[in-house]
């Protein structure tokens, strides 16, 4: 590692002299310049003076004018400050009532990491004892800025923390439209475009507990119109948090540099502020989440790819270059119908498809109360030996002898009021003295008081015990399905209740960590009902998430489709589900259902004792080559090339979605496509691939081939990239007479 504080590595040196020169008064000019490989963001941090964004977008070497164009903004707007008319991104209020905040920068630092190089700007305010230390992080292998901060002061008495936005990024664009997942349970990731207009638009996700199922906290925006998956000038931006959050696009009309009335955006992002008023005693540091934001000139694809790199690559996913195995759930199979038979069926059944997991799901613990529905038990994590009458060490001998691994559920911030927990520790639950307890899931769900050290305490031990007592247990499903109802915490006092919103989400990172210090093998499953923890918050203690409890490879095509904006494919949970399917009554064909969950970490869903003969050789087939195709579909770059939401749907046309994995090499890919709609006499669609070497030939084989089928004709021939990119395949998804949910995968090397 080198460091050296005050200025970096300047590349425009003489633009610095001239300013130098200009700026008597202002002690020296500083600029601070981080770059990604193709990102660069360049701040103006000279001593005494507001911090100011001069430039963020593409790393376009000998294109000088970026930083005389516009002038700096602002990097941190904060109430009270020059820019009177900027929505502020901080505000808070000091010990002695002033609302005011001006900061001025007082100290900078640059250093170079092994992965990245990082500049931390010191501002202070002119009047107060309060510091904050801000930080960019530009990563060396990834399209990735990191922006946060901490604030620490030394006022009399605390400071309250109104409004904290982790960064609020201004930028510029022809004709900006804004990209958000807007979803629910059982029908998430819905991607949401809309024009950004003049005044505020606002994203707000207050679950209190989890904070992805309705808005997610990620955004991308095309700057220069409609947004296009391939083209166009995109910033993505992510904000690492697992709480409530709120992210607001505003538009102001503002002067040029050239004197012309332009549209002036700016992007702030940070923990929601309603009812989080957070309380920082003196001396305290707070810290705010990581804001991750990436530009890329191709289109949301390009934010997408940058995303999944760093997921993978820089630690943001835990074990993210590791391969994934092939699994059966018990959820949907059994239900809480649990028994040893039951289960040890399930493991031959998956063990004779050529999985390699079986995970044990919810009804499996209980004492004194069984957990026979969702009303009881949480809480009472011993075996339910009514069930299980040998124990876990039964089932992880039995997983060792079929030559699979064994998993097992959890939810552990949880309890509900039938359960011994609950009767032990009644002050352990969220709950506001006074007030009508308000219930969750099965009419009796409580969520455990995370800001206490002791409930930390009880969830590291039951997850560290569990591991230490049952060392062949290789994988964790960690469930959340309960919001914060009662906003209230016998742990905190009276006058921090108001911190309770992020001190919940503070003391579940504090004991994840613990917990990954320890266990740091275990692969741990982030689920919450479905996908409502797919954040970066998390991320980087878990392995993978549930992307949704709806298992209908209709629907999941597109939840995978819109999921996929900001997430990889290894970290993507996609299971083979019944059919017809249990929440929607669909009837699929199990090809499809296989082809659909195959284009993430694969996995089953279901009963195998009710399935057919062809749905067990069609599951065998589509396990095998899933094997072969593995680490291509999990780590290899993803481009979508046909929207399911853009695809023609009618009697005319065929709706068909499709997308593509690419090796980094690019000597190696793979194809999905699935067709969505089925009518005599409609026509079908020309696929265009991506991300392929024009000059290479490439082959295709067909994989998972129907059964009972012979591979279709493109199977065996050969194209070179740039006809495969340029002219396209018209992939056989033919309905007539045929099969409804037509779907083909291609292997291409
Ligand atoms: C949640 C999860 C499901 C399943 C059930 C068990 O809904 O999302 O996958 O584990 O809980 O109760």
Redesign the pocket.
Known sequence: MTSHKGLRRYRCFLVGLLLLCCLPSQGYAERILLATPHNRLVLQADPGQQLQLLYYGEDIEGVPSFEEESGGRACLPTFGDIDAVLLPALLVQHADGDLNLELRVQDTEYSVQTDYEEAVITLRDKVQPFTLRLFYRAWHNTDIIETWYEITHTEKHPVRLQRYDSGALPFTGEDPHLVHMHGDWAAEAVPTVERLTRGVKCIRNTDGARNAHLDAPEVMIALDGAPQENYGRVIGAALCWSGNFEIRLSTQSALSASGLLTSAYRLFAGIDPQASEYVLAPRQTFTTPHLALSFSPEGMGGISRAFHRWARTDGMLHNGMATRDILLNS?EGIYFDITEERILAMMDDIAAFGGELFVM??GWFGGKYQRNS?NAALGDWGVDTRKLPRGLKALTDAARERHIKFGI?LEPEATNTTSELYEKHPEWVLQVRGRDIKLGRGGTQLVLDMTNPKVQDFVFNLIDTLLTNNPEIAYI?W?A?ASIQNYGSLYLPKDKQSNLYVDYHLGLLKTLERIRAKHPEVVIQN????GGRANYGLMPYFDEF?VS?NNDPLQRVYIQWGTSYFFPSNAMAQHIGGSPYVMTGRTTPVKFRCDVAMSGRLGMELQPAHMTDEERAQCTTAIHDYKELRELIQLGNLYRLLSPYESAAGPEKQQVASLMYVSDAKDHAVLFAYGLSSFMRQAGHRIRLAGLEPERTYTLTEKNIRHGEQPCALHGRSFTGAYLMSVGLDIPLSTEYNHDYPSRIFELK
């Open positions: 959820w799901d919810d969702d559920w499903k469930d399905n689920c919450a009902s479905g549930w409890d």
